[in-house]
C-alpha cells in the first residue's frame, strides 16, 4: 500500500493548488460558498449515504482526518474540484466543451477511485466504477441548477455557442 493515509491531504492539496493557478482570485471568492456548500458538504454527505448507509464502498487508510469512516480531507477535496467545475463551466462557450467537462469530471472520479481499489484503499460492494462516472455525471447535472439558482449561470446560455 503506497501513501497510506496521505492520499487525502495530497489531493485536497493538488486540487486547491490547481485552483489558485487556474481561477481569479475574485471568481474564487465568488464561488466559495458553492464550494464549502455543494463542494464539501456534498461530498460529505455522499459518502456518508453511500458508504455508511448503504455500504456501497468502504474507504480504509486513505485519510488521516476521518469521522464516523468518513475520510474528511477526500471529501473535502471536492470544495476546489466543484470551485473549478464551476469555473470552467462559466468559462466556456461552446456547448461540446461544457459536454467535454461534464465526461472528463466523470472519468476524473472513476479513474481516482480505480487508483484508491488499485492501492487497497477502497472496495466496492454492489457498485462499479461505471457507477461512479453516472453518480459524478447526475451529481454534475443537478450542480448546474444549483449554479442556476445561485445566480452563477444562466440555463439558457447553457446550449449556445
Excluded at 42 to 62: E, H, P, R, S
Excluded at 77 to 95: K, N, S
Aim: net charge positive; aromatic share 14%; glycine share 8%.
Amino acid at each position: 500500500m503506497y501513501l497510506k493515509y496521505l492520499v487525502g491531504v495530497l489531493a485536497l492539496a493538488l486540487a486547491a493548488g490547481l485552483v489558485l493557478l487556474l481561477v481569479p482570485r475574485e471568481r474564487i471568492r465568488l464561488l466559495l460558498p458553492y464550494g464549502i456548500i455543494f463542494g464539501a458538504g456534498l461530498g460529505v454527505l455522499q459518502i456518508a449515504v453511500l458508504q455508511n448507509m448503504l455500504g456501497y464502498w468502504d474507504f480504509g487508510q486513505i485519510d488521516f482526518l476521518t469521522a464516523g469512516g468518513i475520510p474528511l480531507l477526500i471529501a473535502f477535496t471536492w470544495l476546489p474540484a466543484e470551485i473549478l467545475f464551476a469555473h470552467f463551466l462559466m468559462e466556456l462557450r461552446r456547448p461540446a466543451a461544457r459536454l467535454m467537462l461534464w465526461l472528463f469530471t466523470g472519468a476524473a472520479v472513476s479513474a481516482a477511485q480505480y487508483l484508491f481499489i488499485l492501492n487497497r484503499m477502497l472496495t466496492f460492494q454492489h457498485w462499479t466504477l461505471l457507477d461512479s462516472f453516472f453518480l459524478a455525471l447526475a451529481t454534475h447535472v443537478a450542480l448546474v441548477a444549483v449554479l442556476h439558482l445561485m445566480g452563477y449561470l444562466r440555463m439558457q446560455d447553457l446550449l449556445k455557442s
